[in-house]
Structure formats: C-alpha cells, structure tokens
C-alpha cells in the first residue's frame, strides 16, 4: 500500500534487464540498490522502464510523481540530436526508451516538476531541449570510462568543479569543498552544443561538461553517477533532498466526517 505522507518519486530506467547480458544487468542493480537505499527512508518510489511505456505511456507515469529521476543506461540514438549511427565504440540503442525519457524531460519541463538525469539521464536532458552530444571522446578510457566496468564495477573517479551561484552549488553545498567534488563517472560520449534554456553547472578538468541545469525549470543532470555504491551517499542524498525542496506540494483530497 503506499504511504501517502511521503512524496512520490519516479524513475526512469530503459528496461528491468537486458536481454543476454547479465555483466550489464548486474551493474544496474547495483546503482538501482544504492538509489533505493538513499530513497525508500522519505519516497515512494514508482519504477519506469522507458523502453516498455514509450512516450505517451511515460508521460502517463510522470503524472502520478512529486519528482522524477532519468538513470543512466546506452547511448541516445543519434537520430534524436541530428547525427548518425555508425560512430566509434556505438553499442545498442533503444529508441522507444529514448522518446520516453525525452517525454519525462517535456513533462518536468512543462509542469516544473523536479527532474534529475544521471550520466545517460543528463543526455537525454540536453537531447530532449535541442542540444547535441558529441558521439565518442577521443581518449576516453582512462578518464571516464574503465574497460573493466562490467566485470569488476569500478568507476573512474575524479575532481568535477561547480559554478558558482548555481542551482546545483545550492543543491551540494553540504558536500562540496572550496567549489569542487570527487566523483564516480563512466560514459564515453558527452554534450557537445548545450541547449537553449540550458547552463553549465560543472566541469571536469578537462573541460568536459559534468552538470546542467535548466533556467527556468527544476531540472537538473549530472555526468557522473552519485549513486555508485563505492561514493560517499551524502552526495546523492543531497540531491535528494533538492528534488524534495523543489516539489511543488500536493492538493490532497479533504477527508469528511459525517455528523448525526
């Protein structure tokens, strides 16, 4: 039965596993075990396979939640941000889920309800608004992706610098120190041209994009992945609690008693 005196929390995955690959499925639940260990105290938590639902059955989910978290997952389909297939290290893509996740970021964008994207989820963030991504870092491995990642589960770790005076300073500020943090990351594609209506929150020290946030709406991503169990989880329950300050609050119905 859920618990109506908690906020409602959905999130986002592209499939509940991945046909004929479990090193891949075995990673996910390790980040989907963190996310629920930092979650399940203070959310409800309505779980969202993008790939399944599609566009419109997503944006059905998303109206049912107080804030809404995009996983990380495969690459966002080229076609979605004006490029091709057939570009370095290019795995399987899901296009469905890909419009499905698009349609949550629509969504959270039109009703200003909160939104966190990780590492995938922030690309579909940028995708979703019009932005590109530049398909393969030259030189990768060794900075942001570990070739080891599906057997023994280690990110890359490393410093990510955040803005000041941005949503996301606000959101870590009881994590960060003198502006930076250290992070858990593993991707091997990036944004390329930022969206309008989007800014830069964090970088890396090579210069690659670890964070946006929307102007105007409570939409936020991140690269990295704060729910890497290895990472201290006072980063990812600060981002949490952003999600839960920034919802709107909920109309419940009047409960009546009737009187003799």
Not at 190 to 219: C, F, H, M, N
Request: negative net charge; contains cysteine.
């Amino acid at each position: 039965m859920t618990n109506h005196t908690k906020p409602t929390l959905l999130i986002s995955n592209v499939l509940p596993a991945r046909p004929g690959d479990e090193a891949y499925n075995n990673i996910c639940m390790r980040l989907w075990d963190r996310l629920l260990e930092a979650t399940l105290p203070n959310w409800n938590v309505i779980r969202e396979y993008a790939q399944e639902d599609g566009a419109e059955g997503a944006a059905l989910r998303a109206q049912h939640a107080d804030a809404i978290i995009i996983m990380g997952g495969e690459d966002v389909h080229p076609s979605l941000y004006g490029a091709s297939q057939g570009y370095e290290a290019e795995g399987r893509h899901w296009y469905r889920a890909d419009r499905g996740q698009i349609a949550l970021v629509n969504y959270a964008v039109r009703t200003g309800t909160p939104l966190l994207g990780i590492c995938r989820g922030m690309q579909i963030i940028n995708t979703a608004l019009g932005g590109t991504l530049e398909q393969h870092i030259e030189g990768a491995h060794g900075t942001h992706t570990n070739n080891r990642i599906l057997s023994d589960h280690r990110f890359i770790r490393h410093s990510v610098r955040v803005g000041k005076g941005t949503t996301l300073e606000r959101a870590l500020a009881p994590v960060l120190t003198d502006s930076e943090l250290f992070i858990s990351s593993a991707h091997h594609q990036r944004v390329d041209r930022l969206a309008q209506g989007l800014q830069v929150s964090a970088y890396a020290p090579d210069g690659t994009i670890e964070a946006i946030e929307s102007i105007d709406a409570p939409v936020i991503g991140v690269q990295w992945h704060p729910e890497d169990p290895a990472a201290d989880i006072s980063q990812l329950r600060a981002l949490l609690g952003h999600l839960d300050a920034r919802r709107a609050p909920r109309l419940e119905k009047a409960s009546t008693t009737l009187v003799a």
